[in-house]
């Protein structure tokens, strides 16, 4: 049996469901929404299987210790964001700094389809159509299939209503709704549609109480929902900010910390290992760093290194 462990937003659910269209339909797992783990479920679901695919999953440390406990017989792992390479004869190592993991696990299995773009979308916005070589691609294939920029924009939010309200199996169930659906199938699921309204109303209101100074946009805010991304990305894509730091202090008990910037910077990656030298739980790329952790001290020295990046690499 082959399993498929996937990353909860648009671009892992996507990543999966062409997995699925090029092995067949295999069960499909997700992490604890909004935290970088494994928890019993998943790793019995691993044991049991002769391969698993991980998938847009920041997680290297954390596969290789499932390799290491003899908890993974073989392994393939498909991402793009930024990380130490694994090596481990347990593990295939598959790692480019691609706009999303859709176009990698794309190119791997020589597939093409919207799915493609829904990863990229999902992961860039709108920006994805400027990005050199990649955008050219995804407006080729949106208009191969008829499918709009404002269609597969809208598709993205719809897909990710369900990590957006913290709904695991929501975002299980969603790669095997895409293996068969069509655009229109996704922008017409009422289920999803109702979602995406409640967690907009709330995003909004969040946006509207940030402060933007000097560029930069801060925002704290208390809420259930795993909607951090979804507000810095208000404040940097549309709002015209250089970098967004959000802070989220009700979720789950813990504190939820998200980083983005409007431009990449590659010493992003000396940010994410400053804060797993402290004990917390940081992953990302280029342009985001995303983390999830307990205690108010560690928030106090999170922030402050967080800050430190800030005025020396964004604020001229």
């Known amino acids: 049996m082959e399993i498929v462990v996937h990353h909860w937003d648009a671009d892992g659910i996507s990543s999966a469901a062409i997995v699925m269209k090029e092995r067949g339909r295999l069960p499909a797992f997700t992490p604890p929404i909004g935290e970088f783990k494994f928890d019993p479920r998943i790793e019995s679901g691993v044991y049991s299987s002769k391969l698993s695919y991980f998938i847009d999953l920041n997680m290297p440390e954390a596969v290789v210790d499932l390799a290491n406990r003899g908890i993974i017989s073989k392994a393939i792992f498909i991402d793009h964001h930024i990380q130490k390479p694994i090596k481990h004869e347990k593990i295939e190592y598959y790692n480019k700094p691609y706009p999303s993991a859709s176009f990698l696990v794309s190119e791997l299995f020589n597939h093409e389809s919207y799915l493609t773009v829904l990863g990229g979308v999902g992961d860039l916005g709108e920006k994805l159509f400027e990005v050199e070589d990649f955008g050219e691609r995804a407006e080729k294939i949106l208009d191969i299939e008829g499918i709009s920029k404002k269609e597969i924009i809208k598709a993205v939010k719809l897909v990710d209503c369900n990590h957006l309200t913290l709904d695991r199996y929501g975002v299980e169930e969603a790669v095997f709704y895409l293996l068969n659906a069509e655009i229109d199938d996704i922008l017409s699921r009422d289920e999803w549609i109702e979602k995406l309204r409640d967690i907009e109303s709330e ?9 933007i100074e000097r560029g930069i946009a801060r925002v704290e805010f208390y809420s259930p929902n795993s909607i951090i991304s979804r507000v810095a990305r208000e404040l940097v894509w549309n709002k ?59 928030l106090k020295l ?10 020396s690499e964004v604020v001229e």
């Open 203 to 211: 995003v909004s209101r969040i946006v509207k109480s940030a402060r």
């Open 302 to 311: 999170v922030v402050e290194e967080i800050e430190k990046f800030l005025n």
């Open 240 to 298: 015209g900010a250089k970098a967004c730091l959000a802070i989220n202090r009700g979720f789950n008990g813990k504190y939820q910390v998200y980083l983005r910037i409007s431009k990449g910077n590659e010493k992003m990656k000396n940010l994410i290992e400053k804060l797993r030298l402290i004990g917390v739980n940081a992953g990302g790329k280029a342009e985001v760093l995303g983390s999830v952790f307990e205690g108010e001290d560690k």
